[in-house]
């Protein structure tokens, strides 16, 4: 039985919740970002309550791209609802809005990605890299929300 895309989902383990994410938003809260890392801010989609988590912010020519490596995770399925949030780097918030981008779209952005944050989410993508073919790409894009997102304020 094949899994549907949105079902993919990468659960962190202990010392990437407990440790890694932790330092990650710990400094990035202080204003030092950590390969282009900002906490993003989202509300939640049930308790509207702010959600944080730790996040790599991916320019390509000149647009701003928030990609899910380990996929359909809550942020994403909130950012759907929400519309947008907060991208956060030490006392500065910045507002922006949302928009999902298509399957059809997403080969250039992962590739980007993928050349910028291999060494840490490489793991996520099923041996599929920066310099795999845009078929590759295209496979595993259900797997991977890719959000296109306008900073508003």
Known sequence: MSERADDYVI?????TVKVFNRLVS??????????GSRVLAVRGRKSGE???TPVNLLTVDGRLYLVAPRGHVQWTRNMRAAGGGELRLGKR?????????SDDEKPELLRAYLKRWKVEVGAFFNGVGPDSS???????APNHPVFRITITG
């Open 11 to 15: 659960k962190p383990g202990w010392f």
């Open 26 to 35: 710990w400094l990035t809260r202080r204003g030092i970002s950590v390969w």
């Open 50 to 52: 702010w959600r944080c």
């Open 93 to 101: 918030a910045e507002t922006f809005a949302a928009v999902e981008v």
């Open 134 to 140: 845009d078929d590759e790409l295209r496979r595993i």
